[in-house]
């Protein structure tokens, strides 16, 4: 935890995962962000992986660092609150729909600089989420041996989209200090899906080609890289960027005659074109294949490391997070101890280091309500005996 964004006071209206990462994102940097839920949570508040009590873990973490307020949005007057809370902070992280009670129209009425930052499925509007949009854009026909599509579990284009929203709020503020201007900026995931697809030159390259890449299965496209099997089978990943990494990949398991020997076959130099040594991987893996069948993981490693190459053995993510480098030595985790489920455990804070600043530990995830009588307290001004009124109704909801 950092606190390069303090003072900043952001309502986040969202749920599932893009939307809340940003709201994250922004509170790990020190800003103060306020959830506004139904009262017993959203639609994502008992997302599995959950704990034998049906704590959500997913919830937990994704909303660290918040603050909770709970109302009624199925009433008039909890959902005026809301409106009135995102006026009172003038900015606002959401996935509502665009239009309704929470369209940035509706909102600027009483608040014309409001920033509001709204993650969407589709641009116009649609719903779509994280495993229906990497399907449209095409990479489960990559992913895999084929021929069937395989959808990878990690949600993406909800994190690309998450850290996306963020930085966008931080540039609208920045518009806001220079023009008074307010404004809406809306991140759809197919947007962010398709725009990173062409950054990274797809589009581009299946025009070009007039054909979709072949499947390659962990062959890295356009470079040497690929998985391979030690002696006591351990399964390891390694992966050559650079020509100097190149050369010493081969010194490192005596294969430069044999190396040559592909070279002058072939008419080709292998070392200063990672594009041929891509092109002609049929001749070269048999030959890294054998060297490290040879050899157990622990000597390949140290020839790997040695050498400054890129390599990782394939591990579960149990394994993971045992690891003393990843997790139990990582000075991002922290172990939080106020946790809704009562479940101790490491917990990320900033992904981003600085070295001038202090590291503050990761903090908790509120329950739900926690904090709604501070929050209406502070930001609207409402009385203890307005707000106990409001509780008595059922308009707001309290932690228990």
Same mark, same amino acid.
């Given at each position: 935890m ?6 900043l006071k952001?309502i986040e ?10 709201g994250?994102?922004?509170a790990q940097?020190g800003a ?5 839920d139904?009262?017993?949570?959203g ?17 937990e ?8 307020v ?10 005026e609150?809301l409106?009135e809370l995102?006026r009172?902070t ?5 996935n509502? @729909? /665009?239009?309704?009670? $929470? %369209?940035? +129209? ?6 014309a600089?409001?920033?509001?930052? *709204?993650?969407?499925?589709w ?6 989420l ?7 854009v095409?990479?489960?026909?990559m ?7 395989v959808?990878?579990?990690? @949600? /993406?284009w909800d994190? $690309? %989209?998450? +850290?996306y929203a963020a930085?966008?709020?931080l540039?609208?503020?920045?518009? *806001?200090e ?7 900026v ?9 725009g990173t697809?062409?950054?990274?030159g797809?589009?581009a ?13 962990n062959?890295?496209?356009g470079?040497f ?5 030690t ?5 390891t990943?390694?992966?050559v ?7 010493n990949?081969?010194?490192?398991f005596?294969l ?5 020997g592909?070279?002058a076959?072939?008419?080709v ?5 990672d ?5 002609h991987?049929?001749a070269?893996y048999?030959?890294f294949e054998?060297a490290i ?6 000597m390949?490693?140290?020839?790997l ?9 394939y591990?579960?993510m149990l394994?993971?997070?045992?690891d003393?480098?990843?997790v139990?030595d ?14 101790i455990?490491p ?6 280091t600085?070295p ?5 530990d990761?903090?908790g995830a509120p329950?739900?309500?926690q904090?709604?009588e ?7 001004g409402?009385?203890s005996g307005?707000?106990a009124?409001?509780?008595?109704s ?7």
């Amino acid at each position: 935890m950092y606190n390069l964004l303090d003072g900043l006071k952001i309502i986040e209206a969202s749920s599932f995962v893009a939307s809340p990462t940003a709201g994250l994102y922004c509170a790990q940097f020190g800003a103060e962000v306020i959830r506004v839920d139904q009262i017993g949570g959203g639609p994502d508040y008992h997302r599995w992986p959950v704990t034998q009590d049906n704590d959500s873990l997913y919830w937990e973490n994704l909303n660290r660092a918040k603050k909770s307020v709970a109302l009624d949005l199925s009433s008039p007057q909890g959902r005026e609150l809301l409106q009135e809370l995102v006026r009172a902070t003038g900015q606002f992280i959401t996935n509502f @729909p /665009a239009e309704g009670f $929470l %369209s940035h +129209a509706k909102l600027a009425e009483g608040r014309a600089d409001l920033v509001t930052v *709204r993650v969407m499925g589709w641009a116009d509007g649609a719903p779509a989420l994280d495993y229906t949009v990497n399907n449209a854009v095409g990479y489960p026909m990559m992913t895999g041996p084929g021929p069937e599509p395989v959808n990878h579990v990690l @949600p /993406a284009w909800d994190l $690309l %989209s998450g +850290a996306y929203a963020a930085f966008a709020m931080l540039a609208a503020i920045r518009k *806001r200090e220079q023009t008074g201007e307010g404004s809406e900026v809306r991140i759809p995931l197919s947007d962010v899906a398709i725009g990173t697809v062409a950054n990274l030159g797809g589009i581009a390259e299946v025009l070009h080609n007039k054909a979709n890449r072949p499947r390659l299965g962990n062959t890295v496209y356009g470079l040497f890289g690929r998985d391979f099997v030690t002696k006591d089978n351990v399964r390891t990943m390694i992966v050559v960027v650079t020509h100097r990494q190149w050369a010493n990949l081969i010194q490192a398991f005596g294969l430069n005659a044999q190396v040559e020997g592909i070279e002058a076959e072939r008419g080709v130099s292998f070392a200063k074109d990672d594009g041929l040594r891509f092109e002609h991987r049929d001749a070269l893996y048999p030959l890294f294949e054998r060297a490290i069948g040879l050899l157990d993981h622990a000597m390949m490693a140290s020839k790997l490391d040695a050498a400054a190459i890129v390599h990782s053995a394939y591990r579960t993510m149990l394994d993971a997070a045992h690891d003393p480098r990843l997790v139990e030595d990582n000075p991002m985790f922290s172990a939080s101890e106020a946790n809704p489920s009562g479940f101790i455990y490491p917990a990320a804070g900033a992904f981003g280091t600085i070295p001038q600043m202090q590291r503050g530990d990761a903090k908790g995830a509120p329950r739900n309500g926690q904090h709604s009588e501070e929050i209406l307290s502070t930001l609207l001004g409402l009385s203890s005996g307005e707000i106990a009124r409001l509780i008595d109704s059922g308009i707001i909801g309290i932690a228990k």
